[in-house]
């Protein structure tokens, strides 16, 4: 008689075993779920932060205002490429001459600026450098 409910007993004790286990093994499984997007959700905001840091805006003043000429033009000294609101514009100023004469044409072939272009340079530093006459060096 004992014995008997005894058995009854640990039987129960089975399916309610069973069914915690069942619940632990769905929330255990749940969790990992929640692991992994949590932890996708921390190194998205790890990168954000390091991207923000590492790339941080530029300043303002170095952003095109209104009227600013965007376009990009090579320098003619060093030729890199350069918006044209950042650099030195220089406008010749014998270009009426210029378009007349057949051997500016064939001057300004040499040294790749077409007659209706005015000189360009990324600072006054290769502008001065043009002018002297030197050549660009990338290490000097
Ligand atoms: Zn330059």
Known sequence: MLSASLIVKSKGDNVICSNILRVLTATQRSLAVFAVITTILIIWICM???YK???PRPPKSMMPKEGDVTTPRTCNFCGHSLAEYRGVL????HSDAMLATDEV???TADTGTTKN???FF???EHQADFHAGKT???HS
């Open 122 to 124: 990324c600072n006054y």
């Open 117 to 119: 272009q005015a000189l």
């Open 90 to 93: 220089e406008t010749q100023p």
């Open 48 to 50: 954000w932060l390091f």
């Open 53 to 55: 840091v590492m790339y």
């Open 105 to 107: 044409v064939a001057d």
């Open 136 to 138: 660009y060096k990338a």
